[in-house]
């Protein structure tokens, strides 16, 4: 089960916030004009041009979504269309690739 969204009004407090829960092991970021497709838990599709992903040291993994930089959200569940592949991969397992 997903984590309850952070939320603060300062970018910079709501990444404070999120060491509460655990240290932050790594980020990874893309910007892609042409997209990539990304599917929640419940199987919805929504297709992003940028992307910011935080991993926690608890082994989740937290995402402003849909450019809404106030609130970070678990995405620990979510998958990600790997384009070298054309395959579904997990937050996890695409988090460990080079590139998308």
Same mark, same amino acid.
């Given at each position: 089960? %997903?984590?309850?969204?952070?939320?603060?009004?300062?970018?910079?407090?709501? *990444?404070?916030?999120?060491?509460?829960?655990?240290?932050?092991?790594?980020?990874?970021?893309?910007?892609? %004009?042409?997209?990539?497709?990304?599917?929640?838990?419940?199987?919805?599709?929504?297709?992003?041009?940028?992307? /910011?992903?935080?991993?926690?040291?608890? /082994?989740?993994?937290?995402?402003?979504?849909?450019? /809404?930089?106030?609130? *970070?959200?678990?995405?620990?569940?979510?998958?990600?269309?790997?384009?070298?592949?054309?395959?579904? *991969?997990?937050? %996890?397992?695409?988090? %460990? *690739?080079?590139?998308?």
């Amino acid at each position: 089960m %997903a984590n309850e969204p952070i939320t603060n009004e300062s970018y910079q407090q709501l *990444l404070v916030d999120l060491g509460v829960g655990g240290p932050q092991v790594g980020e990874k970021s893309f910007n892609l %004009a042409d997209g990539f497709q990304v599917k929640d838990e419940a199987g919805q599709e929504e297709t992003y041009t940028y992307w /910011d992903v935080i991993r926690r040291a608890d /082994d989740t993994y937290w995402s402003p979504l849909k450019g /809404d930089r106030k609130t *970070l959200y678990d995405i620990t569940g979510y998958t990600i269309l790997a384009k070298s592949t054309q395959e579904w *991969l997990s937050i %996890a397992d695409w988090f %460990a *690739l080079e590139g998308i």
